[in-house]
């Protein structure tokens, strides 16, 4: 059976829910034959390896070690669910110390075992903020690290696909851009509903403004949805779209979605958040986002939360000063 490439694709944090589920997806969609899964917490990490051996699947190497070493070694793509995850009454900002501690490891362990590693794909929360400092830790180019924002995207779509009952596929081009956290830009000037321009439709009978707000707030909430409704933290969403991420850098088709990528243009500066972006074969990268003058004050407002975020972490000493940033990755301007 064909595989897309024979690159070794290491799997970061693999004993949880996102990094297992990433692993099982990664075989199914037939990335690669030599897949590394690794996770500190080597019993977990057994198991899921050996369900995955269990599953009969063919032609598929398939490694798995606590040794982040030996792991990340020869690395040509990563994937990284490797943070805490959100539990019960927490914001994705909550998490923000342990995991840009975490972040801070994992990318000096990529500067020192893969410095030649093509792409990487950060998912852990807040991932905007986690896939900043692994990007400045690891030397890596701005458009080898990209991180998981899609999230809100489809969460839009779905959201819009409920309310009128189409196919989710009549929704096109729903976009969220700025945070992936609860100042994210729902915008609706990108999206039309079964070909009709979204923005001609919000304020009608069709959709009321107020039923407009209420859909965004739940799109802005969607992530504590499921939390609500599963008692944890997505697992299946986030895996799959990460592993559409990484198959599109490993030259699969260009991924759908917006990401997170770092940008520094002017206007928006020194900081990750969600662009209108291409992911392929070539990396990451971004396109200025249009809109109307009150989504681009939400996504001014949505940049604003971001850099707050940066400067608590450059606070905390995770981070240098940003004047100090192109000594740490030479890449970063």
Request: glycine share 8%.
């Amino acid at each position: 059976m064909d595989f897309l490439s024979n690159d070794k694709l290491v799997i970061v944090g693999a004993a949880g829910m996102i990094g297992s589920n990433m692993a099982q997806t990664a075989i199914m969609m037939r990335l690669t034959p030599n897949i590394c899964l690794y996770d500190p917490y080597l019993p977990a990490l057994e198991g899921v390896a050996e369900e995955l051996y269990h599953s009969g699947f063919e032609g598929v190497n398939l490694t798995f070690t606590n040794d982040v070493a030996e792991a990340f070694t020869g690395a040509d793509y990563i994937v990284s669910s490797g943070g805490a995850a959100r539990k019960a009454g927490m914001t994705r900002e909550d998490l923000l110390k342990g995991n840009a501690e975490i972040a801070e490891e994992f990318g000096k362990n990529v500067r020192k075992y893969c410095p030649d590693v093509k792409h990487i794909v950060v998912v852990f929360n807040p991932a905007d903020i986690t896939g900043l400092i692994a990007l400045l830790y690891s030397g890596l180019k701005p458009q080898q690290v990209s991180t998981l924002a899609a999230l809100d995207s489809t969460r839009l779509q779905h959201e819009l696909a409920k309310y009128f009952n189409i196919p989710a596929d009549k929704i096109v081009n729903s976009r969220t851009y700025g945070g992936h956290g609860e100042q994210m830009a729902v915008y609706a000037s990108t999206t039309t509903v079964d070909g009709q321009p979204l923005t001609d439709i919000i304020g009608t009978e069709a959709l009321p403004r107020q039923e407009w707000e209420e859909m965004r707030q739940r799109v802005i909430q969607g992530g504590k949805h499921i939390i609500d409704l599963r008692g944890r933290s997505s697992f299946q969403s986030p895996a799959y779209l990460s592993i559409e991420m990484i198959a599109a850098a490993m030259g699969g088709k260009p991924f759908r979605w917006p990401v997170g990528t770092y940008v520094n243009n002017g206007h928006f500066n020194h900081i990750m958040m969600a662009m209108e972006t291409t992911l392929d074969r070539n990396g990451v990268h971004y396109k200025e986002v249009e809109g109307t003058p009150e989504e681009k004050a939400e996504l001014d407002k949505s940049y604003h939360h971001l850099c707050k975020l940066r400067d608590e972490v450059i606070a905390m000493g995770v981070l240098p000063p940003i004047p100090e940033w192109h000594k740490l990755n030479p890449n970063i301007d």
